[in-house]
Antibody, heavy 116, light 113 residues
Framework: EVQVVESGGGLVQPGRSLRLSCSASGFMFADYGLNWFRQAPGKGLEWVGYMRSKATLGTTEYAASVQGRFTISRDDSNNIAYLQMNGLKIEDTAVYFC???????WGQGTLVTVSS | DIVMTQSPDSLAVSLGERATINCKSSHSLLDSSNNKNFLAWYQQKPRQAPKLFFYWASTRESGVPDRFSGSGSGTDFTLTISSVQAEDVADYYCQQYFDTPYTFGRGTKLEIK
């Protein structure tokens, strides 16, 4: 089955860090770029960032709202991608989704709540 | 950034009737090198992840019922449901992937009248 599964969400205080994981299966994970998106409670979808496949240099791009605080990485040998979130703010509270195989495969998301 | 303007915000349609959702981008999404529009449509049901319905503006994802169609080019795009069914109740989003930051429309909530 083609799928991605996010994990690592939880409650964290402002200013702290959290690392989310995105575990993929059922497709050639290494061949594709990987996107992270988020959705604040009751709000629309927001793109967070993108990491290209290693074959296309593995470079990353980020939304301005997270640039310098969030970092995407990937471990193709284990079919996992990560979203390292530092300096978390209250406005980062959202369900975070990873999407693989371009935008075809989405996980169920993991909730990150930033609150004191 | 490319701004995606989606309308209407909400739509109430009777079962079996046609539903139309519009999406306008502030920049052309057509790549002249391959004649493709970098526009996707998603369906999102409550408490679920978004589901890709269309890419390249009009290419239907596997498993999407053929009552759904995507059309348009350049800056103007449309998602049409030819005959709305109860299971189509959801939020629908357009998204451009022509350039980063990838951006979404605000979404359209489809309800049954």
């Amino acid at each position: 089955e083609v799928q991605v599964v996010e994990s690592g969400g939880g409650l964290v205080q402002p200013g702290r860090s959290l690392r989310l994981s995105c575990s993929a299966s059922g497709f050639m994970f290494a061949d594709y770029g990987l996107n992270w998106f988020r959705q604040a409670p009751g709000k629309g979808l927001e793109w967070v960032g993108y990491m290209r496949s290693k074959a296309t240099l593995g470079t990353t791009e980020y939304a301005a709202s997270v640039q310098g605080r969030f970092t995407i990485s990937r471990d193709d040998s284990n079919n996992i991608a990560y979203l390292q979130m530092n300096g978390l703010k209250i406005e980062d509270t959202a369900v975070y989704f990873c999407a693989g195989k371009h935008f075809e495969v989405w996980g169920q998301g993991t909730l990150v709540t930033v609150s004191s | 950034d490319i701004v995606m303007t989606q309308s209407p915000d909400s739509l109430a349609v009777s079962l079996g009737e046609r539903a139309t959702i519009n999406c306008k981008s502030s920049h052309s999404l057509l790549d002249s090198s391959n004649n493709k529009n970098f526009l996707a449509w998603y369906q999102q049901k409550p408490r679920q992840a978004p589901k890709l319905f269309f890419y390249w503006a009009s290419t239907r994802e596997s498993g999407v019922p053929d009552r759904f169609s995507g059309s348009g080019s350049g800056t103007d795009f449309t998602l049409t449901i030819s005959s709305v069914q109860a299971e189509d109740v959801a939020d629908y989003y357009c998204q451009q992937y022509f350039d980063t930051p990838y951006t979404f429309g605000r979404g359209t909530k489809l309800e049954i009248k």
